[in-house]
């Protein structure tokens, strides 16, 4: 995103929005109604025109929200609550920027006060852009899970390509503050270093993310802790609670994170048995397959086109 100098010599070293990439918000009322559609509407035409004209002059551009389009990592399930864009206006969204990729180098939000990240695909399942979404200054308790300490971010940014580099994040604990009537800000993590990232890219984000699903669940573990800025750090996130978050990053679409909680979660019930199932229960259904095994043949007259060998 371009910036251009104040030509006001009393403030040269400030900075200003061109006005083609600026547009005054106007005050909105607490219904919806027809000009509210029509306001709406205008945002859309005008973030669609100013991408096209970064596209045409080769410019790349950041986008800068509050709201992030997907859902919150922390709700468990598919409630309507969790749903900050309309499902019409979140894919329009997303539509947006698949358009646009080449020419968006971040997307930087807040709203939810954790600590997170989000990747958008292209028709082929291919990751072409990332969202950073930040934790709050403001902390937030709403319950463990949900709440957060204190924390801003430095970022870290080529300045001829616009491409981010890192960031570091520093952080407050308030138990600590709180009994030493002091605050004390420090570094938490740098960005690459924490998650062994070799670069902010929506590729390697998306290998990262894809180690949620794997054997190793310190990677998980490590996103977790940051995920609520080290609040309650100790609590567990397992099985539908890290698989709501997997969901959330990867499947910004509606019905996508839907289908995505629905199949995982069948993939997790097929493991669980194996991993967690009692030993009486283990050695019970042995007997029983034992059992069923040398009766079959009796039971069904024989095994016609039998793939499972049994005992």
């Known amino acids: 995103m371009r910036l251009d100098p104040d030509p006001d010599p009393r403030a040269s070293l400030s900075l200003r929005w061109p006005a083609e990439y600026f547009a005054e918000p106007k005050a909105s009322v607490s219904s919806i109604s027809a000009e509210d559609e029509l ?44 749903l900050t864009f309309t499902e019409r206006n979140n894919q ?25 990240f989000r990747l958008i ?85 998306h290998n990262f993310a894809e180690r949620f699903t794997g054997t190793d669940l310190s990677w998980f573990t490590r996103y977790h802790r940051a995920n609520a800025v080290r609040y309650h750090s100790g609590s567990a996130c397992p099985g539908l609670c890290m698989l709501n978050h997997y969901c959330a990053i990867t499947r910004l679409d509606y019905d996508e994170f839907r289908i995505c909680l629905e199949k995982e979660q069948l993939a997790l019930q097929g493991r669980a048995p194996a991993a967690l199932m009692p030993t009486s229960w283990s050695w019970l259904l042995g007997v029983l397959a034992v059992f069923y095994g040398l009766h079959a043949e009796r039971w069904s007259g024989g095994c016609n086109n039998c793939h499972i060998q049994r005992i």
């Open 121 to 205: 695909y292209d028709a082929k399942g291919n990751p072409i852009s990332w969202l950073m979404i930040a934790p709050s200054i403001v902390p937030r308790k709403a319950g463990i899970g949900s709440s957060n300490n204190p924390a801003l971010r430095l970022y870290k940014f080529d300045t001829g390509s616009g491409q981010v580099l890192d960031y570091t994040q520093f952080w407050l604990d308030l138990p600590l503050a709180n009994r030493a009537n002091e605050p004390t800000w420090q570094p938490e993590y740098n960005l690459t270093h924490y998650y062994a990232l070799p670069e902010i890219s929506a590729v390697a984000l």
């Open 92 to 116: 329009r969204y997303l539509d947006m920027v698949r358009r646009f990729a080449p020419v968006i180098q971040g997307q930087f939000f807040g709203h939810l006060h954790s600590d997170t």
């Open 39 to 82: 306001l709406a509407e205008q945002q859309w035409l005008w973030l669609e025109e100013v991408l096209t004209k970064s596209k045409e002059k080769q410019e790349t551009v950041y986008i800068v929200g509050h709201m992030p389009p997907g859902v919150d990592e922390r709700h468990l399930g598919t409630q309507h609550n969790q």
